[in-house]
């Protein structure tokens, strides 16, 4: 259920991909500042950060944006330093949700998140709350039309990932966090590139939601989640079915 839920996201949101294109930039630098910071600016010597510059390429992110980053994070151009944060909670219907945050103020999206949550419905949880029913690994979602089945499984299995799940319209791949790098550079050089690639959570049990309206107040709930600046990623548990999942 985990790539259902994410290939639904990534048609539901590729209308407004322009409209969003400088948070998208904005959550892409924080990465590679970080990454940078944390193992250096050669690319060649740091896997997640060239990673990230898959990513950012992907994203058709400028430069000039890429080279800023770096040299925040190497401390070569003055910038702010940044903490990762993980908030749970609860959307409405008991729906699982794990908030990853990227922030230069800690008070600020703390404050930002709980308002969110309690402003649509939900609640924010403690620590531990909800993670336990998540499990951490690297995620790839690839459109049917970039590949087909035996040509994927020969280049990610080799570079060490646990499993290809066929979908539909798409296929997902799962890996080890520890693999993650190795899987994101084999689909890289085989010219393969994913519709979404990220280290995700992944429910264990899912939430099913049956009604139009409970689907409408948790994806307002995750849309509004999502649109904070702040935030990098939002996972939640619940499985909505395709036509109850506005199309933007």
Known sequence: MSGHSKWSTIKRKKGAADAKRGKIFSRISKDITLAAKNGGGDADANPKLRTVLLKARAANMPADNIDRAIKKGTGELPGVTYEELVYEGYAPGGVAVVVEVTTDNKNRAASEVR????????NLAGANAVAFNFNRLGQFIISKEKTDEEKLMDIVLDAGAEDIRTEEEYFE?????????????????AEIDPDSSELAYLAENTAPISDENAAKQV???????????????????????EELVPQE
């Open 115 to 122: 308002s969110t949550f309690s402003k649509n419905g939900g």
């Open 173 to 189: 791949v799962l890996a080890p966090i520890t693999e993650y790098d190795s899987v994101s550079q084999a689909l890289s050089e």
């Open 219 to 241: 994806l307002r709930l995750i849309d509004a989640l999502d649109d904070l600046d702040d935030v990098q990623n939002v996972f939640h548990n619940a499985d909505i079915p």
